[in-house]
Each structure stands twice: as C-alpha cells, then as structure tokens.
C-alpha cells in the first residue's frame, strides 16, 4: 500500500494545502487543472501538472477517465480527492482501486454506504445511532411526499438523499409550500448530484450542528478528535465554524463521539470522515449525515488538537495504524474559521464572478489563511466562489474570537463584491459573541447593507486625484499661480452621482486599500469595500438596471427555465426565469407590474452576468401604447 507520487484531484485551496503536507512529507506531488486553472498557485506549486480539459467540470474535474488518465501519464501511484468533486464518489474509489492507485480516502463501500442518505439513515437506525424523525423509504411521488411530510408534521426538511452542501435542501414551513419545495429540491438535486431522490426530516427547531471528526484506519481502530460547531449556516451551507463548540461539555463530547465511531464502525470505515448531528436545546442529539472526506473546516480540529489531518490520512492510506489512542488525544484552546465567499451577503448571498484585483491576506498571532489565490485570478462562473479559509486560534473562545475580526480588518480582497464585512458582523453579534447562535441565527437577525458614507466619497475622489493625475486637464485640475482651486470629481455608486470638489490638501491624507480599474475605482474603508465610477468626463447616467423594464442576469449562469412568454401579465414578484450558478438554482422575478415585451434567451443557454433576460413595459406604459 505504499506510494510517493500524490496526484491531488482538486483545485484551489485544497489541492495547495494537500499539497504542502504531502511535500513535507517526502512526496512528490502532481497537480490537475482546467483551462480556468492554467495560473493558478497549485497548479505552480506542484512537481508537475496535467491539463484535464475545459472549465465545466463535467469535462475536467468530475472527468473519472481524464483523472485516472492524468495518473497513469504522470507516474503517481496515489490519489488524494480533496473535498467536493469525486471525493465522495464511491465509483471513483473503486476505479482508482481498479486503475491499482492508492486512494486516499475511505473504502468505496464506505463511500457508496454513506453516499445516499437515505440509506445512510436507516443503516444508522439499524446501528442504534440517534436519527431525525422522518421519511427515507422508495416511493418518491409528489403525492406521497406531500403526505409523508404532513404525517411528520411541520416543519419538515425536504433533502436530496445525495450530496450535500445544502444544494437540494428546502425548509417548509407552511403546507401550501410543500408541493412547490418538493419539485425545486428536486430539479436542484437532479442537477447537482444527477439523482432526484429525496428524503424528509422533522425539522429540529433552533438546533445546533455539531459535528464529530472521526479517523480510523485499516487494523480496526476508530477514534475521534472532538466536535465542531457549525450552526452558522446561510441556504443549509456553513459561514462559520468553531472548535469546541460552545454547547458541549465534557460528557456530551464523550456520548457524541461514541455514537459517531458506532457510525464509521457500522460501515467499515477508513480515514477521516465527520458526523453530523443537530443538536437539540433539550441536549438530546440526532445522526443528519456522514460526510466520507476531510471537511472543509478541518483547520479547527488541527488547532485545537495540534494534529495534520491530511498527514494521518497519508499514514492511514499507506497502511500504518492510528498514531495515536483516543485516549491520547487532546484538546487545548479555541479555534474558529470563516469562509471568505466572492458573494454579495446583502443580496441574497449572490456568487460574484470577476478577477481578483489586489490580495493581501493577514498575518498575525494564531492566524492561518488557507487560500489558492494571487493577485490576477479570475473567481470563475465553473466554480465554487470560496476566496479562502481565515482561521484564528487562542487560549479562551474570546481570544480566538477577537484574533479572527482582527485578521478580517487585516485582510485586503479588491475585485469582485465579498462577504468579508458581513462576517465580522456576524462574529461582532452579541449573540455569537456569548456562544449562543443556533442554525436559526441568520434568519432571527437582520443584517441590513452598509451605507456608503462621507468618508467613503471623499476618498474616492482624493485617491483617484493623487493616482490620476494624467485623468484630468490642468484646468479640471484647478491649476493656478495663486492658490490652487478645488478639482471637481463626479462619482457614482449605482443610481447616486455625486461630485466631490477635491484640493492637494486633500489627497496626502488618504492612507486606504484601493484599485483603480478603467473607469472604476474600489476603495476599502473599515471593511466596507465599495466600486464607484468616475463620471467626471461622462454623459449623466442612465436608469438603473431593472428600472427600465430589463430583467438582467445577476451573474454568469445558465437558463434551466423560463417561466414567462412575450405578452404575459407578470406581478411583483413573479418568478420569470430560473438561472443556474454554481449549481444552485436562483428565480429570477419581476420588480414591478408589467407585460412581457419579449424574452431574449432559451433554457439551456450559458449567459453572462448582465445580460438582458427578459424585457418588459409596466402596466401604465403597455396601456399607454395601447392607446395610441
């Protein structure tokens, strides 16, 4: 079972820190990428790399064939799958067993146990493990669907029985939603996982999720390392995660774990996995899921317990036994790690698509910054929209706590919109401040946008003074023998326009992360990172985007419906057309009464962020032209 090539089969920040443990360990490493990744840092960091295809994934990094064909040309005799894509593809496995290449992960029976979960869940009934009430049997019609979920009672969880990471998750609350959450969860499954299958589950009001990491290896052994708290979720997908949780104490720790190794024993396991639970108020725990891989916040179990993952997942796959009993395992200090998202967290959480202008991660005491990113990457429509994984460790959870805001204030992204403001809101909320957010945490609190302020004006306008001398004439620039007279800017932030007069006196003073690109300018103030657009030399501006009737793409996507046809009467609110991002399904509706004037792509069409999807005149301006 041993090995010394390591083909890592992912991208981004995973394959990099994979990657570094492996070099750390006498490995050599091979990197896979898309025409997407060609500059990315894995890809320059690994002993060698091998193009797999174009960017869709289909044709790239969920490709078995063009993987176990980059293997065999390289010479590796390993295979690491990272998270995401094949990791959790028991086919995967069984090829890479097949093709006689060590995979690094669980066997694929363990996998393919696991990978549904709806058997998952009654083989975790069998196993005595505590599961969520519910409805995991064959018959998959809308109809019993609907009326299993009344027997359970609302609310209920409607979930696609394959994958994860929320896609394929609807919570319904009112019974006049059922029918329409069952048939969205499962087209988004369909398109996600390629199965339509869905389970139901009583949903466990104002729950916890906590989840135990749990490593076995080949000669019987199963420990865990302790739980992780990650009940900040927005649309079912993690924000923050932390190490211990807040919630558990010493004996609830010891009955978790128990009940997670009873799980990977149940199915043979093999390497690292986590088990999921939603923790109840009243203490009682249930069994959600098993995920077959290393987790995405795996960082915080490293903190605590002062272990390499990845470097126990090589040992394990090379057939050496646990280096460690569970008795041995310690747990010292808190860590916690949030996921920097290109996504705009006041606008639906949109994924944002565009190049990566200036990125500087933050240094400090306790902090560690997993990313796959420099200053010129693009964040692709192919892809999932994660800059990066800021991570702080302290003594106490305050300590932590106060270290991860101090590494977000320090941290410089500039290019496409990110969450990093919306994360230190979270973490500044005194609710998460006392350790008492459950997953209900982002629907109880509004987190409305932050206003673009003064100071934000007159810093735009100063910084593009200082750096653009050349952008004005002399006469704009106020030039004169005596004193010199104020230079007038015209700004815009969508529909506002401002001009700010700005003298030399001004621009020294402005010390702030900016990026000036053509016409546009982002400027980074007290982590509120805002685009404007020099108009100085420019016509007025026109309506804005959705006021003149246009129904616009809000990113790169794909058309997967169009629920509207020229000549329609459409209201507020009516979804007209479903758009595909990063697997995740958006309805796209209309801002105001209107008719339909004529829609301008077809399902199934690629479209860009921007384009005019549909076109439509209000009830007032059809009626006008009736008229006449």
């Not at 009344?150 to 609807?170: C, D, E, F, Q, S």
Request: aromatic share 6%; with cysteine; glycine share 8%.
């Amino acid at each position: 079972m041993g090995f010394t090539k390591i083909l890592v089969a992912n991208r981004g920040e995973i394959a990099w820190r994979v990657m570094r443990t492996a070099k750390a360990m006498g490995y050599r490493t091979v990197a896979v990428y898309s025409d997407a990744d060609r500059e990315a840092p894995h890809v320059a960091y690994a002993d060698e790399a091998v193009r797999i295809g174009p960017p869709p994934v289909a044709e790239s990094y969920l490709s078995i064939d063009r993987i176990l064909e980059a293997a065999h040309n390289s010479g590796a005799d390993a295979i690491h799958p990272g998270y995401g894509f094949l990791s959790e593809n028991d086919a995967f496995a069984a090829a890479c067993e097949k093709a006689g290449l060590v995979f690094i992960g669980p066997p694929a029976a363990a996998i393919a146990a696991m990978g549904n979960k709806a058997a998952a869940k009654r083989r975790m009934i069998d196993a005595g493990v505590p599961c969520v009430p519910g409805y995991q049997d064959a018959d998959q019609s809308d109809a019993n669907l609907e009326k299993e979920s009344r027997k359970i009672g609302l609310p209920v969880m409607v979930k696609a029985a394959a994958g994860g990471g929320g896609r394929g998750m609807r919570l319904v609350e009112h019974d006049g939603d059922l029918l329409e959450a069952i048939r969205t969860a499962r087209a988004e499954a369909e398109s996600a996982f390629g199965s339509g299958e869905l389970i139901l589950e009583k949903a466990v009001v104002d729950a916890r999720h906590v989840e135990i990491q749990v490593f076995a290896d080949a000669h019987g052994n199963v420990i865990h390392l302790g739980e992780r708290d990650c009940s900040v979720q927005r649309r079912h997908q993690k924000v923050i995660e932390e190490a211990p949780s807040p919630a558990v104490n010493a004996d609830l720790r010891n009955r978790m774990g128990a009940a997670a190794v009873a799980a990977a024993r149940a199915i043979g396991y093999r390497g690292a996995g986590t088990v999921e639970f939603l923790l109840a108020g009243d203490g009682a725990f249930y069994f959600l899921e098993m995920n077959t891989r290393l987790q995405v916040e795996h960082p915080v179990t490293e903190a605590i317990t002062g272990q390499d993952l990845v470097a126990w997942q090589f040992r394990v796959a090379s057939g050496e036994r646990m280096p460690f009993t569970q008795e041995q395992v310690r747990f010292e200090g808190h860590a916690i790690e949030v996921r920097l998202y290109a996504e705009d967290a006041y606008a639906g959480f949109l994924p944002q698509t565009g190049r990566i202008d200036v990125w500087r991660p933050a240094l400090g005491p306790g902090v560690r910054i997993d990313h796959g990113m420099k200053e010129g990457l693009a964040i692709s429509p192919f892809y999932d929209p994660m800059i990066a994984k800021v991570i702080a460790r302290g003594a106490t959870r305050e300590e932590a706590r106060a270290r991860l805001i101090r590494a977000l204030h320090d941290t410089v992204v500039l290019g496409p919109t990110t969450n990093r403001h919306f994360l230190i809101r979270l973490l500044e909320h005194p609710e998460f401040a006392a350790g008492k957010a459950t997953t209900a945490f982002l629907t109880k609190h509004a987190f409305p946008a932050p206003e673009v302020n003064e100071t934000h004006w007159r810093a735009a306008a100063a910084l593009l003074w200082r750096a653009s001398a050349e952008r004005y004439s002399p006469a704009l620039r106020g030039w004169r023998n005596s004193n010199p007279e104020p230079t007038p800017i015209k700004l815009a932030v969508g529909n506002t326009e401002r001009t700010i007069n700005v003298t030399p006196e001004d621009a020294p003073s402005i010390s702030v992360p900016f990026h000036i690109d053509g016409d546009d300018i982002v400027v980074d103030l007290d982590a509120v990172t805002v685009r404007f657009t020099d108009r100085t030399y420019a016509p007025p501006a026109t309506a804005a985007a959705g006021s003149d009737g246009k129904l616009r793409a809000p990113m790169d996507g794909r058309i997967v419906a169009i629920k509207v046809a020229a000549g329609d009467a459409v209201t507020r609110g009516q979804t007209l057309v479903v758009l595909e991002a990063m697997k995740i399904q958006h309805q796209l509706k209309a801002a105001l009464d209107a008719k339909v004037e004529s829609v301008s792509v077809q399902e199934g069409q690629q479209v860009a962020n921007r384009t005019v999807l549909v076109t439509m005149a209000s009830d007032a301006a059809a009626a006008d032209a009736a008229a006449h």
